[in-house]
């Protein structure tokens, strides 16, 4: 995989429930502006937010309306590790590209063997020889990072199945941390911003919550990189700032789309307030 | 509910599957032992760490195994709401005392609107009369504390549904604050060395994790409130100081039945090491 993917927004109806017919086509929409591929259930995604069985019926809608499976990469990563288990089979089974895999993130200040454990038995739990993980480092969420020793234990004992990661901690130096200490290995930073000097260093793309909204200028920068195609992607990126970006995201797609029903977000997130809604709409225009 | 309860341990496997006969042993002997009630799927229980198919198998094995469901206030709070639904619901309807809920604990810097809607939604949406909830205030562990006018809004919202809180935050500060604030809310401390000085406050009791390990003497100490009893449980727990809780207990609870599968524990967490072990075991001579 390479280039840029969508953490893809996940739409609610009223009563809070998952819409699977707009999702897929958002989804395909996406694909049809250029991105490389999809990140459905990640942060911006509020997969963490959705049943096991929501993310699954999601999936197969995806499959069903012909989103091919070999541009996917589901958020899998649970709390509870059969979950995570139950997820990876899943998208290992249907030939997804691969998985982009949180820690188990309710216990803090977990150590490496934890975490290589957690990895290794979700892994081993699967049991598909077809899957393919990306971990996923946003420790300013999470609150639990994957240091680069625990990666190391990963490549060394699961080679050509761990084979990336979604760095969406924001520090440049992490990223290059990574592509020098590990050659060959997929690493996607979490915010277009990076992209450029990401790609310089030999980074394979950006998974970035703002390609649910500005995926044709993102994926255009990724082809053509350069200076001005930054400056461009950046200015869009900075209307979003001082906004909650998720209920930021979901009010520009309800505005784009003409659906109010985008504007739904599941708790603990709330959606933007009446000031904050006219601030965006003023800022997007 | 008023007294002493455990966040009763849960036993696994070699493969890490849960052990419901393990359990249901464990939780007939802590009531015989003098508890008043049992927390399973909390904190100490790796309740995140289940999936909700095996919470729910195991509250059955539970009240198939004659623990009383009055007795019982399960962890219901996961960090997708439609689980959390459907643990309340389930719990309600099998009768138990109350759950014990976690907020969602993905995100972070969640807003009071958002935690309240959190609560709120899981409550509605479990829509059983029957239902009474106990917050959990763990934001060393959560990342997610619950605010008092959180607590205010929810007990405006739902009288006689939001009934008590769970403070293992460990200030006594807040436990005191929270009893002011809310006369005939039913407090619990989340240790057993906050316990005489929080029933002198007027606090309900305590919901601690070494009363997995040492039931009788702190039911006695709530029983017969007083600095002497008091103190004996405080050696006790000393015991268990510098070592990782969950695994230390398991350790102690595997020397005490003599049954070595008591060690196990779900990553992200990991046994004792083998020096650990000695000096726990040292230590509990």
Redesign the interface.
């Known amino acids: 995989m390479q280039g840029v993917l969508a953490p893809v927004l996940t739409p609610f109806d009223a009563d809070?429930s998952v819409d699977p017919a707009r999702f897929v086509r958002l989804c395909r929409s996406l694909l049809e502006e250029g991105l490389s591929g999809l990140a459905p259930f990640g942060?911006t995604s509020e997969g963490?937010?959705?049943?096991?069985e929501?993310r699954e019926r999601l999936l197969d809608a995806l499959l069903e309306g012909g989103v091919p499976a070999g541009k996917l990469i589901p958020g899998t990563g649970?709390?509870?590790?059969?979950?995570t288990v139950?997820l990876c089979r899943k998208a290992a089974r249907a030939g997804c590209a691969g998985v982009l895999m949180l820690?188990?993130?309710?216990?803090?200040g977990?150590?490496e063997?934890?975490?290589f454990?957690?990895f290794a038995?979700a892994i081993d739990g699967a049991g598909e020889a077809k899957l393919r993980v990306y971990l996923y480092h946003i420790p300013?969420?999470?609150?639990?990072p994957i240091p680069l020793r625990v990666i190391e234990r990963l490549l060394a004992a699961y080679p050509g199945v761990v084979v990336g990661i979604k760095d969406s901690s924001g520090d440049a130096a992490n990223a290059k941390a990574l592509l020098r200490s590990f050659p060959g290995f997929e690493v996607f930073v979490g915010s277009e911003r990076l992209l450029t000097a990401h790609l310089r260093d030999g980074g394979s793309g950006c998974i970035t919550a703002i390609a649910n909204l500005n995926a044709r200028a993102i994926a255009r920068a990724y082809r053509e990189p350069g200076e001005e195609r930054q400056k461009e992607i950046d200015a869009v990126r900075s209307l979003f700032e001082g906004f909650p970006v998720i209920p930021a995201l979901k009010e520009a797609m309800a505005l784009r789309s003409g659906d109010p029903a985008w504007r739904i977000v599941?708790?603990?997130?709330?959606e933007l307030s009446p000031p904050e809604r006219s601030r965006l709409q003023q800022a997007l225009k």
């Open positions: 809070l942060t963490t937010s959705l049943a096991v929501e649970c709390a509870a590790l059969p979950e139950r820690p188990p993130f309710y216990y803090k977990v150590g063997e934890g975490l454990r957690s038995r300013q969420i999470s609150q639990v599941r708790p603990p997130l709330v």
